[in-house]
Nanobody
């Protein structure tokens, strides 16, 4: 079991930066690939970024490539999402999630593969 708590959301002007954190509890955090998802108003939740359990591979949705960076610190049981050059279209509730299969070699893009979710943190980007 993994419990996840996100933080770091807020209101920022376009072009600004935010760093989201996702703190995990549970002894097996380092065994899980992690993902960040977001849900904008009136839209379905979408995959944003993922990182393998080893931290040796990452994957991003095209719309955030070059602007967002996912990373993890297994010693601190925390995964991060550094968001730079924010745009109004990045406005959403951001969720971190842990893959339901431990030690998976890749990164799953579908939310159904993630069994553990945080409560979300809201990011609002003003124009």
């Amino acid at each position: 079991q993994v419990q996840l708590v996100e933080s770091g959301g807020g209101l920022v002007q376009a072009g600004g930066s935010l760093r989201l954190s996702c703190a995990a509890s549970g002894r097996s955090f380092s065994w899980y690939a992690m993902g960040w998802f977001r849900q904008a108003p009136g839209k379905e939740r979408e995959f944003v970024a993922g990182i393998t359990w080893k931290g040796d591979s990452t994957h991003y949705v095209d719309s955030v490539k070059g602007r967002f960076t996912i990373s993890r610190d297994n010693a601190k049981k925390t995964v991060y999402l550094q968001m730079n050059s924010l745009k109004p279209e990045d406005t959403a509730v951001y969720y971190c999630a842990a893959d339901g299969l431990i030690l998976r070699t890749g990164i799953e893009l579908g939310e159904n593969s993630y069994d553990y979710w945080g409560q979300g943190t809201r990011v609002t980007v003003s124009s």
